[in-house]
């Protein structure tokens, strides 16, 4: 077993206080409005995105997705729009 942390009553610096910056959780969750699309890959690529997909527990789809949404950052300077599940659920709730 390791041995138990010791602490000391030295100086710890120069400190300040960190506004809270992150987001509750259920901002966390996109839901991203999506479009089924059709399309030929090369046996080679799917086979990578599944590879690497597996190895990081997640959708090999999501994976090609997101590497387009990133080429479309990149080179028209927009954001994809994303909206979290609960934002769409108050649109919904005043449409109705």
Same mark, same amino acid.
């Given at each position: 077993?390791?041995?138990? %942390?010791?602490? *000391? ?7 300040? !206080? !960190? ?9 966390? =969750?996109?839901?991203?409005? *999506?479009?089924? !699309?059709?399309? #030929?890959? #090369?046996? #080679? ?18 994976? %090609? ?19 979290? *599940? ?7 709730? =005043?449409?109705?």
């Amino acid at each position: 077993m390791k041995d138990k %942390i010791r602490y *000391t009553d030295e100086p710890l610096g120069d400190l300040r !206080v !960190v506004k809270d910056f992150l987001p509750p959780p259920h901002e966390l =969750v996109f839901e991203e409005e *999506t479009v089924k !699309v059709t399309i #030929s890959l #090369s046996r #080679s690529s799917v086979d990578y995105f599944k590879q690497e997909a597996r190895r990081h527990r997640t959708a090999y789809q999501k994976m %090609i997705r997101r590497l387009l949404d990133t080429y479309v950052e990149h080179y028209d300077g927009k954001t994809p729009t994303r909206r979290s *599940t609960s934002t769409r659920r108050k649109r919904r709730e =005043v449409e109705r």
